[in-house]
Structures are given as structure tokens and as C-alpha cells.
């Protein structure tokens, strides 16, 4: 498989995964919803492994949108815990393959023994820089972007910003990772075509993938799938074809 990923001529720096279908493949086995989810942290794990095999230096996953906590209590409650269970048993690989991890999302929003476990790994894998793995939670575009407009006319109001300098710059400045460079690739699995609030500002450009796979099934050969079909994309960004 590794020989595969050598074969593609373009890797993009940046994949951005929507996890999607973890309740519809617990459902299909008759198991509990939380039953998918764990097998889609495996599929985390297998991406990670993959990516860093591949050369890809960002990966973020949606792993929770703020419209998520509407579900029942004992799903988020779930999904907190199983959050932490993973940390816990997946730590060193993040050490072994020199993997930074981040948050983007609303962080305070998280329950306090879920933030507390976070920060300590946050705070072990800070000073990596091949590759970043970033997890969304408790994220939803719409909210980072009224928060950086929030920010922005904050400084405007203290005399430190000239309105007429705001740009599409200033815009990203202010985001939650404002140094993350935009996904060229994003991915959904299990066959929905929306955005579900998902990075609607970084995503302007990017190349959608979807396929019909539930996240617990989506491993290594999927992923190279994605890269394939990315590599097979004419990006003209507005312009015309060369
Ligand atoms: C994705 O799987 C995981 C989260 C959104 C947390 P779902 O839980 O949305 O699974 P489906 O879409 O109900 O199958
Ligand atoms: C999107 O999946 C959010 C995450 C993957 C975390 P959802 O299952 O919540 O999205 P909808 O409800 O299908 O739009
Ligand atoms: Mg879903």
C-alpha cells in the first residue's frame, strides 16, 4: 500500500474528513449507535496512520458540530467518553509518528475532564511539526465566523483595525487556526451531500469527495481512493484550462 501512495503525483497538504455513518453501520448490525462510533475511532486511527504514510502534513476530522449536542445525553455522554478512551490508548502513536495534535471548536464548551486530557496531550505533541492532527469539536463554521467578525469589530472599536483595510485576510486572520493552510481535499463518507456547517470558509476551493462508505468501514484503501480521485481533479480555480 505504501507503494501506492509513491504512485501519486499530487498529495494534497491538507484533508479535511466529514465522519459521517457511524450510527447507520451500528444500526445495520443490530448494536448500538456507540458500537459505530468505536469502530469509526479505528478508522481514525487507520486515516492517521495513512496520512502520515502518505505525506499529507494536515488532517482535521469532524468528530462533533455544535448541532450535536441536541443529541440524547447519553450519545454526547458517549462520545465525550469514548473522546477520552482513544486519547488514552492512541497517545504514543501520536509521539511515534510525530504528530501535533489540535482543537478547533468552541474548547469551554467541553465538559472539564474532557478538556483537562485534552490539554495534557495538547501540551505533549506541541513542539511537532511534520503533521498536524486536528480534531473539530463542539465546532460549526457559522459560529467561528461570527466569532471572528465579533473579534474583528472589537478591534476596530478599540482604534487598533481601519475598516477600510478589512479583507479576505483579515477574515482567515481571525478564524480559530488562522496558520492552517485550506484543505484541498475534503471528504464525507456515507453518501450525504451537505456541509452540515463544516468549514464553510476554508472549503471555498476545495475538491469534495463522497462516497457512499460508513466512517466505521473507511481505512487505508479508502483514503488512497480519496488521493486517487483528487489526483484526478482539474483544480482551475476560476481561471481557464490550461
Ligand atoms: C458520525 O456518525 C459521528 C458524529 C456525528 C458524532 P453519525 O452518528 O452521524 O451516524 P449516522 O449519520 O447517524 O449514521
Ligand atoms: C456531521 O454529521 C457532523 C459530524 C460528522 C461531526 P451529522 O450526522 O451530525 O450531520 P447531519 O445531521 O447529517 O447534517
Ligand atoms: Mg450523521
Same mark, same amino acid.
Given at each position: 500500500m505504501t507503494e501506492s501512495f509513491q504512485?501519486?503525483?499530487?498529495?494534497?497538504?491538507?484533508?479535511?474528513?466529514?465522519?459521517?455513518?457511524?450510527?447507520?453501520?451500528?444500526?445495520?448490525?443490530?448494536?448500538?449507535?456507540?458500537?459505530?462510533?468505536?469502530?469509526?475511532?479505528?478508522?481514525?486511527?487507520a486515516v492517521l496512520r495513512a496520512a502520515a504514510k502518505a505525506g499529507v502534513e494536515f488532517i482535521t476530522v469532524y468528530a462533533f458540530s455544535t448541532e450535536n449536542w441536541k443529541r440524547p445525553p447519553q450519545e454526547v455522554d458517549g462520545l465525550m467518553k469514548l473522546l477520552v478512551s482513544s486519547l488514552n490508548a492512541y497517545e504514543q502513536e501520536l509521539h511515534d509518528n510525530k504528530i501535533r495534535l489540535r482543537i478547533m471548536g468552541q474548547f469551554e464548551r467541553l465538559p472539564l475532564p474532557v478538556r483537562l486530557r485534552l490539554q495534557k496531550t495538547l501540551d505533549a505533541t506541541r513542539h511537532y511539526t511534520d503533521h498536524t492532527f486536528i480534531i473539530a469539536l463542539s465546532y460549526g463554521s457559522r459560529t467561528e465566523i461570527a466569532e471572528a467578525t465579533k473579534r474583528i469589530a472589537e478591534k476596530v472599536k478599540a482604534g487598533e483595525l481601519d475598516p477600510k483595510k478589512i479583507?479576505?485576510?483579515?477574515?482567515?486572520?481571525?478564524? $480559530?487556526? @488562522? =496558520?492552517?493552510?485550506?484543505?484541498?481535499?475534503?471528504?464525507?463518507?456515507?453518501?450525504?451531500?451537505?456541509?452540515?456547517?463544516?468549514?464553510?470558509?476554508?472549503?471555498?476551493?476545495?475538491?469534495?469527495?463522497?462516497?457512499?462508505? $460508513?466512517? @466505521? =468501514?473507511?481505512r487505508e484503501e479508502q483514503f488512497f481512493q480519496a488521493l486517487e480521485a483528487f489526483n484526478g481533479r482539474d483544480r482551475r480555480y476560476g481561471g481557464v484550462k490550461k
Open positions: 504512485s501519486l503525483e499530487k498529495i494534497p497538504r491538507h484533508v479535511a474528513l466529514i465522519m459521517d455513518g457511524n450510527g447507520r453501520w451500528a444500526q445495520e448490525r443490530g448494536l448500538p449507535r456507540i458500537e459505530g462510533h468505536k469502530e469509526g475511532a479505528q478508522s481514525v486511527r479583507d479576505e485576510q483579515t477574515v482567515a486572520d481571525h478564524l $480559530y487556526l @488562522p =496558520d492552517v493552510p485550506d484543505p484541498e481535499l475534503m471528504i464525507r463518507t456515507s453518501g450525504e451531500l451537505r456541509l452540515s456547517n463544516f468549514m464553510l470558509w476554508q472549503l471555498s476551493y476545495s475538491e469534495f469527495h463522497i462516497t457512499d462508505t $460508513y466512517w @466505521p =468501514d473507511f
